[in-house]
Nanobody, 115 residues
């Protein structure tokens, strides 16, 4: 049972980044995927969640209009895309799922925004 994320990204300000999260070992469509990030020296920040079964999303107010979550049930993969990147978006981005009795985290994807 695991979530495997895509590799680190280096982006310029104003561009976008897309992080993938591939699930295995459980029924992907049955459990929400949450996205959380941790900026350098900061705590975890919840960005929102997606229901992989129907694609319904719930975005944290701070990120609405700039983030998009999608899910592909054919590949058991969830995606986070963050647009209009700013230097302060530099962080490690994590996906998380909670099948019964489990709390599964991806290994994290470092997104660095720098000119």
């Amino acid at each position: 049972v695991q979530l495997v994320q895509s590799g680190a990204e280096l982006r310029n300000p104003g561009t976008s980044a897309k992080v993938s999260c591939e699930a295995s070992g459980y029924t992907f469509i049955n459990y929400y995927i949450d996205w959380v990030r941790q900026s350098p020296g900061q705590g975890l920040e919840w960005m929102g969640r997606i229901d992989p079964e129907d694609g319904n999303t719930n975005y944290a107010q701070k990120f609405r209009g700039r983030v998009t979550f999608t899910a592909d049930a054919s590949t058991n993969t969830a995606y986070l895309e963050l647009q209009s990147l700013r230097v302060e978006d530099t962080a490690v981005y994590y996906c998380n799922a909670n099948p019964p009795y489990l709390d599964i985290w991806g290994q994290g994807t470092l997104v660095t925004v720098s000119s």
